[in-house]
T-cell receptor, first 113, second 110 residues
Framework: EAGVTQFPSHSVIEKGQTVTLRCDPI?????LYWYRRVMGKEIKFLLH????????ESGMPNNRFLAERTGGTYSTLKVQPAELEDSGVYFC???????????FGSGTRLTVV | RKEVEQDPGPFNVPEGATVAFNCTYS??????FFWYRQDCRKEPKLLMS???SGNEDGRFTAQLNRASQYISLLIRDSKLSDSATYLC???????????FGTGTSLTVIP
């Protein structure tokens, strides 16, 4: 079974530019999550999709972040325009049901310079 | 106040030692609990779920104390390959959001 796939693995962009991160969850997993870890801090929740619907986006830091999940399959997270404090590792995770251990993707390391 | 508190360590122990990590959580309505392991520059990987009755998986034992709101992980007979960061995870009552501790760093020394 293929795991959760994230692309790109690394991205270095300048402040003010736009970056789009992609996540392909495990096939059949309705629940898809985005998390972020900034330097020295704990991993924090960004949002949760159930199929194509946003179930909870309370962790999204501001309106520069936009997440979509087309047709309930893969998801994208766009940051526009990027700021220095957006640097960190963005993890995607999926699970078949709630309260079930997630499977994480290997993350996208975003550096904004 | 943080949802989940962990001692960041580092814990440096010799091979064969027993080591225990604790984690406390603030929301008494939390529903599910997990321990994840994260190797350097890798993604977190599920180590084990934590149940009120306690559960064991080989050299690893997890315990949950709801009254005191803490979770523990015990590793017996430590191996070099156990070196990693161990993340305590607490799930909200809605089940849709994981709260992570900052992680406890373990290094097992030959």
């Amino acid at each position: 079974e293929a795991g959760v796939t994230q692309f790109p693995s690394h991205s270095v962009i300048e402040k003010g530019q736009t970056v789009t991160l992609r996540c392909d969850p495990i096939s059949g997993h309705d629940n898809l999550y985005w998390y972020r870890r900034v330097m020295g801090k704990e991993i924090k929740f960004l949002l949760h999709f159930v199929k194509e619907s946003k179930q909870d986006e309370s962790g999204m830091p501001n309106n520069r972040f936009l997440a979509e999940r087309t047709g309930g399959t893969y998801s994208t997270l766009k940051v526009q325009p990027a700021e220095l404090e957006d640097s960190g590792v963005y993890f995607c995770a999926s699970s078949p049901t709630l309260n079930y251990g997630y499977t994480f993707g290997s993350g996208t390391r975003l550096t904004v310079v | 106040r943080k949802e989940v508190e962990q001692d960041p360590g580092p814990f440096n122990v010799p091979e064969g030692a027993t080591v225990a990590f604790n984690c406390t959580y603030s929301n008494s309505a939390s529903q599910s609990f997990f321990w994840y392991r994260q190797d350097c520059r890798k993604e977190p990987k599920l180590l084990m779920s934590v149940y009120s009755s306690g559960n064991e998986d080989g050299r690893f034992t997890a315990q949950l104390n709801r009254a005191s709101q803490y979770i523990s992980l015990l590793i017996r007979d430590s191996k070099l390959s156990d070196s990693a960061t161990y993340l305590c995870v607490v799930v909200t009552y809605t089940g849709n959001q994981f709260y992570f501790g900052t992680g406890t760093s373990l290094t097992v020394i030959p």
